[in-house]
């Protein structure tokens, strides 16, 4: 994954979004929006991961609980 390289992600309501990944602060990832890029709200690629088919809800003392097998929640377009 590099800077210029465009993804889809699916929103909150099922409808399908894409993005020009951009590097921002020396992290990947997108802007959702222009008013998001004006305020400099940038959403780095490391948290748009999510739970997997195969993930566990596990918990860890003196951290707290986790996800195990986190998967990428977009899809690369070639």
């Known amino acids: 994954m590099k800077a210029g ?5 699916r929103g909150v309501f099922g409808d399908l979004k ?5 590097e921002f602060r ?7 929006s222009k008013q998001h ?3 400099g709200e940038f959403t780095p690629l490391c948290s748009m991961y ?5 993930s ?3 918990y860890i003392s003196n951290f707290g609980n986790y996800y195990t097998n986190k998967v990428q929640a977009w899809m690369d377009i070639p």
């Open 50 to 54: 999510e739970p997997g088919a195969y």
């Open 18 to 22: 894409d993005y020009t990944v951009e």
């Open 37 to 39: 890029r004006e305020a």
């Open 26 to 32: 020396y992290c990947l990832g997108v802007f959702a």
């Open 5 to 9: 390289d465009r993804i889809r992600v």
């Open 56 to 58: 566990e809800d596990k």
